[in-house]
């Protein structure tokens, strides 16, 4: 490692926590951000690393997330388990619920989370992980911004909508996926828009429904769901089950509630957790020795598992540190001495 | 209909129940599985129509399967209920399992169903209408025979792993989707092997793990999964939750039990259903009539909702009763009359 600035995981940790506490978020809930922040960035997944501290700050700054929220566990004693973040951010709601969601999910076999009414900007594999760690499989979905078309549609409905999956594996990463259910992410497109390249054709329509490959045509008209109309029925899927039966936001009330998107949308959640040694114990299986014989096979055709890349950046980012530009570490010192005003608030 | 051989769908079911009894397959048994075959060909779905009965007989010849397993509920109490088939057919098990699933969903919120030991071969929509016909939202899942390779690998692992979802709405069709997981069935590459036309590019592989566009070369290679690598992880998602979760065989251990591709195969089958009013009641909205917004939305785009077509031709067939072609009421009629000496036994 050449490069001048490098802190240790411990370290980023604490100085994002301090920003979020200097912008006047409660300490919890400061450190439930920064922890999957820096889980973002430890794991080389800079779309959802430090990057994504301005998009809070600014949302903090625009009075749009309650930084004082104390998330309120409800629980009935079926196998359905509730969380109002209160309109504070997703994260310090799912690390309220986690341990009643767990063992819940052992007692009953199967158990679901609802996040109600949070700010949210988190990759989802931070959660189905930490249930992973428990033992736990889980599918993790939400709603986001409504920019994507249905498949045979023309106009923006559906969200980015992502979609996870966490399966523990005994001594080794879990096997975890969370992707969007759109072809790309909007911030590729946008990236190709500042360059002025052309995005690869299947990302998106014009506003005329046209395919296109003209990023300022795709922003102005619909991006498209992965795999054509199946990715749109997965898609359709997660509004329905994470949106409508919530009695949350689906993404086109996300955007219209919050008028525009520039700052982080407004929803809910869904976690399902499942223990695979409840539906296991009658067939005297193991489902996790199982679970290796499929995953194992899958390596040993050379092909990649989902995550396998973060696992190995995490790896590296542990016993190496995390390195940081000087225009990033300008910035977390300039968020951190100026706190909201460093984003114009 | 200027066809001949109009047989309305209740004179067929029928005459299908009775193919199955003669064939010494238990009467409820016999009705089960004959149900899902006529509502295959009932919604023109010929795939999983009547064409299926010969496989059935086939399999029920070669002494694979049980004809008068009888169902065995295992219930502890939990949000997970099993139904052993006994070595039968799918269906009679879920019938079986299907009302205790629903109530224990209604006072759970969310419970699951595990199939064990059950011969497949029906579309999965059957099992999630059910559902929705109760007012609950679901998820069905089931390893296959492990035909398709995952991204970035070249062998067979894989199955063709359907996965299905279906959602209430009222006064009307419910939302359903059910698609293989591999970019097409396994019988449309078979049809075009017969019919000497190359297959589309991004089907399959060769047994090299080189694209081929080439029917043969793809039948002794692997098939793909739709979306690519996303496609590729739901496709393991599947059989680690249907196949490894329930300690029941995954595709790969599917196949090597039955030594070949020739008959049905023989393995577990996951549902997992939602109650909309359990999930949305804290909120006060009512979930369905918020699914209702998109799904109208949806249509208001010009886009075509999953199962559209389905139930149009449903619709049809119980108005006008169902159209078969002078072979296929000759074979029906073989069946009947010759039991399971018609398929060689």
Same mark, same amino acid.
């Given at each position: ?58 949302v903090? +700054?625009? *009075?749009?997330?309650? %930084?004082?929220a104390? /998330?309120q566990?409800? $629980?009935?004693? =079926? @196998? ?83 979609? +996870?999956? *966490?399966?523990?594996? %005994?001594?080794?990463? /879990?096997?975890?996926? $969370?992707?969007? =259910? @759109?072809v ?27 395919p ?34 919530l ?40 489902p ?58």
């Amino acid at each position: 490692m050449a490069e001048p600035h490098v802190l240790s995981v411990d370290a980023l940790l604490q100085r994002v926590e301090t920003i979020f506490e200097r912008a006047g978020v409660r300490r919890e809930s400061a450190k439930a951000v920064a922890g999957v922040i820096v889980a973002g960035e430890r794991d080389s997944c800079k779309s959802h690393g430090i990057y994504r501290i301005e998009g809070c700050l600014k949302v903090l +700054a625009a *009075g749009k997330v309650e %930084p004082n929220a104390v /998330p309120q566990l409800h $629980d009935a004693g =079926t @196998s359905v388990i509730e969380v109002d973040a209160g309109g504070g951010f997703s994260n310090p709601a799912f690390h309220a619920a986690r341990d009643l969601l767990a063992e819940r999910t052992r007692a009953n076999g199967i158990a679901a989370l609802v996040i109600r009414d949070c700010l949210h900007f988190s990759a989802l594999w931070h959660d189905v992980e930490a249930l992973a760690e428990e033992g736990l499989a889980s599918l993790s979905m939400c709603p986001s911004y409504s920019f994507v078309a249905p498949a045979g549609g023309t106009e923006q409905l559906l969200g980015t909508n992502p979609f +996870a999956f *966490g399966w523990p594996r %005994p001594g080794g990463d /879990p096997y975890v996926f $969370d992707f969007a =259910t @759109s072809v790309a992410a909007r911030g590729e497109i946008e990236l190709h828009r500042r360059a002025g390249t052309p995005i690869p054709e299947g990302w998106a329509i014009d506003r005329d429904g046209n395919p296109t490959t003209d990023p300022d045509a795709a922003l102005d008209g619909a991006m498209l769901t992965f795999g054509g109309h199946k990715g749109s029925a997965i898609s359709t899927m997660i509004e329905l089950l994470a949106g409508a039966m919530l009695g949350e936001f689906m993404s086109k009330e996300a955007l219209d509630f919050m008028g525009g998107t520039a700052l982080l949308p407004r929803h809910g959640a869904l976690v399902i957790a499942l223990d695979p040694r409840t539906f296991a114990a009658r067939s005297g299986r193991d489902p996790l020795a199982e679970g290796e014989t499929l995953l194992t096979a899958i390596g040993a055709q050379g092909a990649r598992l989902p995550s396998e890349r973060r696992f190995a950046a995490r790896r590296k980012a542990m016993r190496d540190g995390i390195a940081l530009s000087e225009a990033e570490l300008a910035q977390l010192d300039r968020f951190e001495k100026d706190g909201l005003a460093a984003v114009g608030a």
